[in-house]
């Protein structure tokens, strides 16, 4: 199973960030493709967090908070 990674901060503190994993069910490719698009989703649901970066990997247990 392919986990889409978002990672986000807070736009009123950038220093503190998290790891977010939307749910997305595809391949490793469909991740790569749609990835963007469900990253901005995301932005839109969540207006406080601003994006600093994404990324597709074998889904894994959360790691710890950045």
């Known amino acids: 199973m392919i986990?889409?990674?978002?990672?986000?901060?807070?736009?009123s503190a950038p220093t503190t960030c998290k790891e977010e994993r939307?749910?997305?069910?595809g391949s490793f490719l469909a991740c790569a493709t749609q990835g963007q698009f469900i990253a901005a989703r995301?932005?839109?649901?969540?207006?406080?967090?601003?994006?600093t970066r994404w990324?597709?990997?074998?889904?894994?247990?959360?790691?710890?908070?950045i």
Do not use: D, M, S
Request: aromatic content about 12%; proline content about 12%; hydrophobic content about 40%.
């Open 3 to 11: 986990a889409i990674v978002l990672t986000v901060c807070l736009a």
């Open 22 to 25: 939307p749910f997305f069910e």
């Open 55 to 65: 990324r597709c990997e074998a889904n894994k247990p959360r790691e710890t908070p």
């Open 42 to 51: 995301w932005l839109n649901e969540h207006p406080a967090y601003t994006l």
